[in-house]
């Protein structure tokens, strides 16, 4: 089992940034992918960004330009660093793990954007 730990969300300003951060533990495997998903009130859960091991980045067209995934090896840290945020990108953000075909979810952490 894998626990993932998302912090650093909260409420900020149309046109605002805001990073958040996810804790992966323990040791990461080449094969392993991770990501960052939201899920607005009363839409499914949504693809926002992943990485690889090897730092290779997707993003939702929604995002892309804005937003920027990271991963810090080191301190077994994932981030999204969120610019130019809008009213549509308020959601519960969540990191996942997949590896293997199993899917590990955090808890989740609110972003609001207010107009």
């Known amino acids: 089992q894998v626990q993932l730990v ?3 969300g ?3 300003q149309d046109g605002g940034s805001l990073r ?3 804790e992966v533990p323990g040791i990461l495997f080449s094969s392993d992918r991770m990501g960052w998903y939201r899920q607005a009130p009363g839409k499914a859960r949504e693809l926002v960004a992943t990485i690889t091991i090897t730092q ?3 993003y939702a067209d929604s ?3 804005r937003f920027t995934i990271s991963r810090d090896g080191a301190n077994k840290k994932m981030y999204l660093q969120m610019d130019s945020v809008k009213p549509e990108d308020t959601a519960v953000y969540f990191c996942t793990l997949t590896r293997a075909s ?4 955090g808890q989740g952490t609110q972003v609001t954007v207010s107009s």
């Open 6 to 8: 998302e912090s650093g």
């Open 10 to 12: 909260g409420l900020v």
């Open 20 to 22: 958040l951060s996810c």
């Open 56 to 58: 290779i980045t997707n």
């Open 63 to 65: 995002v892309k330009g």
């Open 102 to 105: 199993e899917n590990y979810w």
